[in-house]
């Protein structure tokens, strides 16, 4: 029963400590209720400049430039702030081996490069320094050419673990224009009627502005649940939902032990999942196929740490602006009747993309930072011990 | 039981006259079952030219010009030869009945226009004519742009119906360049926990050119099925399986006379319905709240025929050249990759997007033209004789 411990080695270390009945059941409100669980149970709280130098401090010391160590801790701090538990502290100490096993590079003689432009796209080499870094110059990128040309588009190669799609696009967002981000990732789908996990679980994000710095943050995978659901089912001992995985002969199996495979959004073929597995391969076309990267089956598996990841990875920047005017207007308007509309019977609202995230930055503002569970202070500070760095203080 | 007669006048009259038991269960093959039977039945073949031809003396009958009859000819003329019947001769009077009304402008005096753009970019007002002129207008222009700046984004307001997305990728992908389009549509979606339709069927379209011909054409509905199938499950009395629809209470129905709204790709909010409407909710703002069209809500809905569309779309080319050299082999890899993946138990082929239909038209090529069944025949030859126009020649 224990089987996905095996598969995914740096994974959700948060989730699956957390026992949360009921999480599964949330959905959009997955990301309140471990916060919630928390703090009543009085967890420890970090200050997010706290967390930050940590994280600068851990990346520093295997080496990462300090430049690059900042872009990962904006990212990882982001992550958890927003509620996204698993992409944030959560993966740092991936990072870390990533860069003390030289697979990603300290990049203290690398920076990412641009291979080709045209005066509204641009392919990127990201030389193999961290996926933020890489993200953050593509976006910067992106967002430079939509200045000047409406639009940029910027696909990357040679890149690594990105962290949050949103962070990218919300970078966008904060300059008035729309963002949208996407990566490629190691092959845990199945292709709808094969067996075999073939492509990732490559994430879409769209950051649209709204007025009064509201605004709809989508960021989605493109599978029907990320590989840490799953693995809370096993620890909880229940059945999975229908929808989510496949057993190793292809059929859609409900027993966590029984996993070989995601389904893609949509599920099976009767309803749909053809189509998830579809925008899987959109994803792939704006990553891997554009950029020249790793991609599909090819991508490194989830848990192979001897080889560079090459990840592809695709950054769009709009300026509203080149476009009706009152853009944000009419994104307020159709946020605020979603917001508004009457709810189905036993639901209390209707939320749009970003809403959960939004509610968590406000809980964790409350707080003075962001809640953790002893467990994950517990792994910071050993992890701080094993570099030999000062832990963060925890309030 | 016959409610959604009710709800959807012009609708799926090739789909609703077929009785194509096991047609649900299909997905994938959905395309491919109708035709079979129509063959096996010995039903009427339609010569495309001869479609094409009929269509155009149907629309110049109710005073369209000439050039824009023609665009939507051939546009249903690829729906019908695609497989996508309920897009093709299926919707031909709905568009009659929108010219002769006044609803949609017959353009003889109208033609889009470019309202504002950049390099990479434009917003264009359809001025109400038919909406595959208006496509084609804005799929042109993108992709003069993307040849220039590598990358074309054009929005359009003031458009109407403009069939399947993916007749303006394809025209994309036959110069070489990849293509995407968006459309909003009359509100029939369900947000997360709401229970009132509020966003359209939204489709995406992307499609991307591999080697010797072969592309990935995706042209999905951001919904788990479109109306249609609920109609269908109906006619045959039979449940609808789950993930498709909601009663007026916002729950969860198998029942077809139940229905009161789509279900948006991933169903429930347990098994990531969210993500289907935060992608509806993409395609909107890249149409309506991009373009300042009618957006959301704010659509007419489907039966309404006593104010204009106003349709809000979205067309995007961009060229492989402009990112890494071999694009369309890494495409061509990846599509022969999911091809020839091991099935699943009981299945005998893995497609890639854009197969289905593939398949069809080789098979229509087979039978020197499009076969219908006998009740659509019957319905076009109604329509030339209410039109006074001769009608197609049946093989």
């Known amino acids: 029963m224990r089987l996905t411990l095996k598969l995914i080695t740096p994974y959700i270390r948060t989730l699956l400590t957390l026992q949360r009945p009921g999480v599964i059941q949330d959905g959009f409100a997955s990301i309140l209720t471990p916060l919630r ?90 030389n193999n320094v961290l996926g933020p870094v890489v993200g953050k110059f593509c976006m910067d990128l992106a967002l430079k050419k939509a200045k000047e040309a409406g639009i940029g588009w910027v696909s990357a190669r040679g890149s690594n673990h990105f962290g949050i799609a949103g962070w990218y696009t919300i970078r966008a967002m904060e300059q008035g224009m729309l963002g949208m981000s996407f990566t490629n990732t190691s092959p845990l789908m199945v292709p709808t009627r094969a067996k075999e996990p073939t492509l990732g679980t490559n994430p879409i994000s769209l950051a649209a502005p709204g007025n009064n710095n509201d605004a709809m943050v989508l960021d989605m995978a493109t599978t029907s649940v990320a590989l840490g659901k799953i693995e809370l089912q096993d620890r909880k001992g229940e059945p999975m939902p229908s929808g989510w995985a496949l057993d190793k002969s292809g059929k859609e199996t409900h027993e966590p032990s029984q996993y070989a495979g995601l389904l893609p959004l949509g599920g099976t073929e009767q309803s749909s999942g053809y189509k998830g597995y579809g925008l899987a391969m959109m994803v792939e076309v704006f990553c891997g196929i554009l950029s020249g990267s790793a991609f599909g089956p090819n991508v490194r598996s989830w848990k192979e740490f001897n080889k560079k990841a090459n990840l592809g990875q695709c950054f769009i920047a709009i300026d509203p602006n080149a476009f009706a005017d009152g853009f944000s207007d009419r994104m307020s308007s159709l946020i605020d009747h979603c917001r508004n509309l009457d709810t189905a019977e036993g639901e209390t609202e209707v939320l749009i993309p970003g809403d959960p995230e939004k509610k968590h930055m406000q809980e964790c503002d409350g707080l003075g930072g962001i809640p953790y569970h002893p467990n994950q202070i517990k792994f910071a500070n050993e992890l701080a011990d094993r570099l030999g760095v000062k832990p963060f203080e925890v309030k």
Chains 1, 2 share one sequence.
Do not use: F, W
């Open 37 to 126: 669980k928390m703090t009543s149970q009085g967890q420890g709280v970090v200050a997010r400049e706290e967390l930050h130098s940590y994280v600068v401090r851990c990346m520093e010391a295997v080496g990462t430039k300090r430049g690059h160590a900042e872009a990962l801790a904006d990212l990882l701090v982001s992550a958890d702030y927003r509620g996204h538990y698993s992409h944030g502290l959560n993966r740092l100490d991936m990072y870390v081996n990533e860069v003390k096993a030289g697979m990603t590079s300290t990049g203290q003689d690398n920076e990412p490069t641009v291979v080709k432009e045209t005066i509204a796209t641009a392919l990127v080499d990201g």
